[in-house]
């Protein structure tokens, strides 16, 4: 059998114009600069305007992305959408944004990993793409988290943000390269963790649910920082384990953007020096599903990769979930 590449092919991001500042949220809750920097390494987030949905900031990437492969819309095999904040609860984004982008009548799907979500959909392609049916698959991740973040609530309103990611990939035969594993995990046994309560079929909307603000993000953040450096620091491992490689082998890590001091503490943890950990939390804030694809597009934009480079990504995120994925660049 002939080995199979899955190649990134194009890569683009959006983020929405307007920005709001850590100042600026200290006018609408007690919080100040300084807390929010030290706790989290965020000094601003993007904010998509009232009328930008989901598949709107997906569609701003999705063309860079297309864009920057040397394709064209047509010749898309696959989408897959990485969101916690569709459109709506059905139609899936990816159905309105194959339409929106003018692709054929391919797959379109989404996936809800929360901030796994991306590094989940990344491995659905490379599996998928073993199938010669699919030569081109457009991964995304898209949130427009501000659509659920409760603003009166500090302790979670300081951490997020909006923004979409897109990879386009490429399947080519000859020696690996490109995506080469992905470790994923899953463990379900107590989703309040890190939930949004309501308006699903567990709980229905109702004048209660809207009142008792079951519909936002709702979190327990000490537990989730606990877990993230674990499993993310274990799903690495694991990736460089099944590919013979060592810790020091790793020429960049793209972590999911959620918070600095996870982010350092993986690092640590990893035995990876800063300088080689991509952090672009300061800029964003955690765009959930969009963070990782959004830093690596901003990494290749400022010519971080070379040829060959092994670049790991890992993130975590509501599930709980959380994975690794391996590129050879
Ligand atoms: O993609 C996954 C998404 N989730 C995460 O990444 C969350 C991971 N967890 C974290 O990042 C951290 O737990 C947080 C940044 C959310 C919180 O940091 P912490 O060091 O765990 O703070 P804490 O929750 O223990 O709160 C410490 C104090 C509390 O006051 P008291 O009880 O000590 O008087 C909070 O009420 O800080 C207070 N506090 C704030 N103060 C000013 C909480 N939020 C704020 C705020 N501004 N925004």
């Given at each position: 059998m002939k080995d199979i590449s899955i190649l990134i092919k194009g890569v683009g991001y959006y983020l929405p114009s307007s920005v709001l500042t850590n100042d600026d949220l200290s006018k609408k809750v007690e919080t100040s600069d300084e807390w929010i920097r030290t706790r989290t390494g965020i000094a601003q987030r993007h904010i998509a305007a009232e009328n930008e949905s989901c598949s709107d900031l997906a569609f701003q990437a999705a063309q860079k992305a297309i864009a920057d492969a040397n394709l064209q819309a047509s010749d898309i095999d696959a989408l897959i959408v990485a969101t916690v904040t569709p459109d709506m609860p059905f139609p899936s984004t990816a159905a309105i944004l194959q339409a929106r982008l003018g692709l054929n009548n391919v797959m379109a799907l989404d996936i809800n990993a929360a901030c796994s979500g991306f590094l989940y959909a990344l491995e659905l392609a490379r599996c998928l793409m073993q199938n010669e049916h699919y030569r081109h698959v457009l991964v995304m991740g898209s949130e427009k988290l501000s659509s659920i973040v409760n603003w009166t609530d500090r302790t979670t309103c300081v951490l997020f943000g909006d923004g979409a990611g897109a990879f386009v990939l490429e399947r080519q035969e000859g020696p690996k390269s490109g995506i080469l594993d992905g470790a994923l995990g899953a463990d379900g046994s107590n989703p309040s963790v890190l939930c949004v309560p309501a308006g699903g079929s567990m709980r229905p909307t109702t004048h209660e649910t809207v009142d008792a603000n079951m519909h936002y993000v709702s979190m327990n953040g000490k537990e989730v920082f606990?877990?993230?450096?674990?499993?993310?620091?274990?799903?690495?491992?694991?990736?460089?384990?099944?590919?013979?490689?060592?810790?020091?082998?790793?020429?960049?890590?793209?972590?999911?953007?959620?918070?600095?001091?996870?982010?350092?503490?993986?690092a640590q943890l990893l035995e990876i020096p800063m300088e080689q950990v991509f952090c672009n939390v300061d800029k964003t804030g955690n765009t959930s599903a969009a963070s990782i694809p959004i830093a690596f597009a901003q990494a290749k934009e400022a010519g971080t990769f070379k040829?060959?480079?092994?670049?790991?990504?890992?993130?975590?995120?509501?599930?709980?979930?959380?994975?690794?994925?391996?590129?050879?660049?």
């Open positions: 606990k877990m993230a450096v674990r499993l993310m620091a274990k799903s690495v491992d694991t990736v460089l384990e099944r590919n013979h490689l060592k810790k020091s082998d790793i020429a960049w890590l793209i972590p999911h953007q959620a918070n600095l001091r996870i982010i350092q503490s993986l040829p060959g480079d092994y670049i790991v990504l890992a993130a975590f995120g509501g599930g709980l979930t959380w994975g690794a994925t391996l590129i050879k660049y």
